[in-house]
């Protein structure tokens, strides 16, 4: 009876690590980031149903499953990282980039805004353009008024970039009328 004992103890001496290492066995940070990569692309040749795709990244994670001693009855969504593969992580990325993204864009309002209203200041002090570009100005304009008597739309939009062009050199707001620049449309 004791060396049965002794013999139950030792084989769950021998056997312990063998269990634990099923169990609790974590992969190594490069193996489980292959392995979420290979269970995300399944997931998603899943949803279009790729089969061929789908059995490829199926004997990738199999091959995982057989370097760790994972059983291969083992449902893939438990090795992935969070229990539901990177998908839940990439869509907490996603909603972080774009929360990410909005505060980009306001942040980025509220400098266009501070600058526009310099350059109203600017303009409104500044009222001139060099002599070139007022006659440059002055031919975009003229032709723009043609364009718009003769409904070429395609034109009257090229015309109108490149007076913004003019525009935005001077730091000119463009809610001010192009009449109000042109020398032939009156003083400016």
């Given at each position: 009876?004791?060396?049965?004992?002794?013999?139950?103890?030792?084989?769950?001496?021998?056997?312990?690590?063998?269990?634990?290492?099923?169990?609790?066995?974590?992969?190594?940070?490069?193996?489980q980031r292959r392995f979420d990569s290979y269970f995300s692309r399944w997931q998603d040749y899943q949803r279009t149903n790729n089969q061929s795709e789908m059995r490829s990244m199926e004997?990738?994670?199999?091959?995982?499953?057989r370097h760790y001693g994972i059983p291969s009855n083992t449902p893939y969504r438990q090795i992935a990282s969070n229990g539901g593969g990177p998908n839940w992580d990439r869509d907490r990325?996603?909603?972080?980039?774009?929360?990410?993204?909005?505060?980009?864009?306001?942040?980025?309002?509220?400098?266009?805004?501070?600058?526009?209203?310099?350059?109203?200041?600017?303009?409104?002090?500044?009222?001139?353009?060099?002599?070139?570009?007022?006659?440059?100005?002055?031919?975009?304009?003229?032709?723009?008024?043609?364009?718009?008597?003769?409904?070429?739309?395609?034109?009257?939009?090229?015309?109108?970039?490149?007076?913004?062009?003019?525009?935005?050199?001077?730091?000119?707001?463009?809610?001010?009328?192009?009449?109000?620049?042109?020398?032939?449309?009156?003083?400016?």
């Open positions: 009876m004791k060396k049965t004992l002794v013999l139950s103890v030792l084989i769950l001496v021998l056997l312990a690590p063998a269990f634990a290492q099923w169990r609790g066995r974590q992969l190594s940070a490069d193996d004997k990738r994670m199999q091959d995982v499953y990325d996603w909603d972080r980039e774009r929360d990410r993204d909005r505060d980009w864009d306001r942040d980025r309002r509220a400098e266009w805004e501070r600058y526009r209203d310099r350059d109203r200041d600017y303009w409104r002090q500044n009222q001139r353009l060099s002599g070139e570009d007022q006659d440059r100005f002055d031919s975009y304009f003229q032709r723009w008024q043609n364009y718009r008597r003769t409904n070429n739309r395609d034109e009257v939009i090229s015309m109108e970039k490149r007076m913004f062009d003019v525009y935005d050199h001077y730091g000119i707001p463009h809610d001010v009328p192009f009449e109000r620049v042109a020398l032939q449309g009156g003083r400016y």
